[in-house]
């Protein structure tokens, strides 16, 4: 029998001050503030024991909002490299994961309205469920971010994949609720 999937509730609208959390409690946190400089710099914080976080990425968002730069671990690149737009489906953007395979968010055409992520041989190894909020004591959930354990290679659930699945999934909320191109 195939692993049931890893769900994580998502809260708030602004993927950019939000957390990811299941039934172990908060995995995944945004938070975005500004920096000496007047710059707004989002950093997701990944929980590795109780009361421990280690920092996986920071967000330097353009000045006018937009895309900036991207540091994830030892990388920095642009923004808009983890969220390019794909030029046979214009509302799917893919990215190059830190295996060197490119992946592929795009929208479903289910009655969920689900935003997939496509490995590099077309397998859903996760997705993005937008829900209608759900208020809980950590906060207002508004979509559950699945993790396809055994789809693919089977690695979507481990690091440095799903830091990145992660970044790239808020980056998509983002750029998709902003109309950025």
Same mark, same amino acid.
């Given at each position: ?17 939000? &957390? ?9 946190? $945004? ?7 007047? &710059?707004?710099?989002? !950093? ?26 991207? #540091?994830?671990?030892?990388? !920095? ?7 390019? !737009? ?8 893919? $990215? ?5 395979? &490119? ?23 996760? $997705? ?27 690695? #979507? ?8 699945? !992660? #970044? ?9 609720? $902003?109309?950025?191109?």
């Amino acid at each position: 029998m195939a692993a049931p999937n890893e769900i994580l509730s998502w809260t708030s609208q602004d993927p950019r001050n939000s &957390q990811l959390f299941s039934s172990y409690g908060v995995l995944y946190r $945004f938070t975005t503030d500004n920096n000496a400089h007047g &710059q707004s710099v989002t !950093t997701l914080w990944k929980a590795i024991r109780a009361n421990k976080e280690d920092r996986v990425a920071k967000l330097e968002w353009a000045p006018n909002g937009g895309l900036g730069r991207a #540091v994830i671990g030892k990388s !920095t690149l642009p923004m808009g490299d983890l969220v390019r !737009t794909d030029p046979r489906m214009p509302e799917a953007r893919i $990215f190059n994961g830190p295996d060197g395979y &490119q992946y592929s968010w795009r929208p479903s055409n289910n009655a969920h309205h689900d935003i997939n992520l496509m490995d590099h041989l077309g397998n859903v190894i996760a $997705f993005y469920r937008p829900i209608r909020p759900v208020r809980y004591n950590i906060g207002d959930v508004y979509g559950e971010l699945h993790f396809c354990r055994n789809a693919g290679a089977g690695v #979507v659930m481990h690091p440095p994949l799903m830091d990145t699945v !992660t #970044v790239t999934a808020m980056l998509y909320r983002f750029v998709i609720t $902003f109309g950025i191109v």
